[in-house]
């Protein structure tokens, strides 16, 4: 038995006026996760469980079968592993934003999408000025990189304040969302004196002439410590491999010990490969049993509040991704789940923590009663996962 499981990340959302009252699911044209809705089973999971944040980092855990309430410990160590930078035992990696502050406010918490080519300027620039023996920066994708601080440096503890995911206030004011708690003056220093070397980036200076949204902040978050998780093949009996163009669904991939893919043109954003990852991911069922698949565009539709990219992102994650795996599927001796990791509605810009629908179709699948792929088909169906954790199980054991 081969199983997929597609995950696009952000999908679903809530009605909205602009659509007459449908979301972005019940408008876009979605054959694919339509035919598997008709002819498989349709469900609602709540991955994020009760106390947690809606971030994708507690999302994907639960999707991909670990529960957040045991094995969370917090989003920069998982990027930290896929990008192959070993944590101390006293080591906090920290997500490294960078953002747009104007006046005071967040105004884009991820610079213009930057390239990774010039963020690796900027983050060169950051360790000449800032690192040490105990504090590092490192380049990730994008506006997505890392620090990471020995704990108890200039006497900031365990680092444990508390901190916001700049995707949560753009557009307000950032004072009363910086780091508080342990180590809160440590973490905002750095983040003040981060302007003024950036400020004197030609990178930004050049962005800044281009009318693009300039790399003038750093933003620290999602901070924890080293995470070792229960391997993939010994909780479920599968070898596999994780596609996805973030360093955080990566991470998570090779700690549990699938195999990394990296697919040409996968960015994370509306340009992504889509074809490319369902073309990588077949190739990758020719050798193995399991493959699991993510695509972010949605979710940074959503954070963007476009609501006709967030449209077309899920077309094209149906039409690219959906379509191609669904047609090996349909030859048999097969199990296909897709889903979304959690809600990115248009309307808060940011993460929500409501249950999301599923739909699973295959070998020994029997088709319910439910014949659409929509927030409101789904609302109606008894197949709920209390905890998401326990899906990768019954699409595996069932």
């Not at 991470?251 to 994370?268: C, E, N, S, Y």
């Amino acid at each position: 038995m081969k199983y997929a499981v597609l995950v696009g990340d952000g999908m679903a959302d809530r009605p909205m006026q602009e659509l007459d009252n449908k979301t972005p699911l019940e408008v876009a044209k979605i054959p694919n996760m339509d035919f598997i809705a008709k002819h498989g089973r349709v469900g609602l999971a709540y991955t994020v469980p009760e106390g947690f944040p809606p971030a994708s980092d507690v999302a994907n855990l639960s999707v991909i079968g670990y529960d957040p309430v045991k094995y969370y410990a917090g989003r920069g160590p998982l990027e930290a592993a896929n990008m192959g930078i070993k944590l101390g035992e006293n080591d906090i990696a920290f997500r490294c934003n960078f953002v747009t502050v104007l006046d005071d406010a967040m105004i884009d918490y991820s610079a213009g999408h930057i390239k990774t080519k010039e963020a690796d300027f900027l983050i060169n620039d950051l360790n000449k000025k800032l690192s040490s023996e105990k504090i590092k920066f490192y380049t990730g994708i994008s506006y997505r990189h890392l620090m990471v601080i020995e704990a108890g440096t200039e006497n900031g503890g365990d680092f444990s304040a508390k901190c916001t995911p700049p995707h949560d206030i753009v557009g307000k004011k950032i004072k009363k969302f910086l780091p508080k708690g342990e180590g809160e003056e440590v973490l905002n220093k750095l983040m003040q004196d981060s302007i003024d070397i950036l400020a004197k980036s030609d990178i930004n200076k050049i962005r800044i002439d281009l009318k693009e949204n300039p790399a003038n902040m750093i933003w620290l978050w999602g901070q924890g410590k080293n995470v070792k998780l229960p391997l993939f093949k010994e909780r479920y009996g599968l070898d596999g491999g994780v596609i996805s163009a973030v360093n955080l669904i990566k991470g998570i991939g090779r700690i549990i010990g699938l195999d990394v893919i990296d697919v040409p043109g996968a960015t994370g954003y509306y340009d992504t490969n889509y074809s490319g990852k369902a073309e990588y991911a077949l190739n990758c069922l020719k050798e193995k049993d399991f493959v699991f698949v993510h695509v972010e565009a949605p979710d940074e539709a959503g954070h963007n509040g476009d609501t006709r990219m967030k449209i077309s992102s899920i077309e094209s994650f149906d039409k690219l991704v959906v379509g191609p795996i669904l047609n090996e599927a349909k030859k048999g001796n097969f199990r296909i789940l897709v889903m979304p990791d959690h809600p990115t509605p248009i309307s808060l810009k940011t993460h929500s923590s409501e249950a999301v629908l599923f739909a699973m179709y295959g070998t020994g699948i029997e088709a319910g009663s439910i014949g659409k792929f929509s927030e409101e088909a789904a609302s109606v169906s008894k197949f709920i996962f209390k905890n998401a954790s326990e899906i990768m199980s019954y699409l595996i054991k069932q």
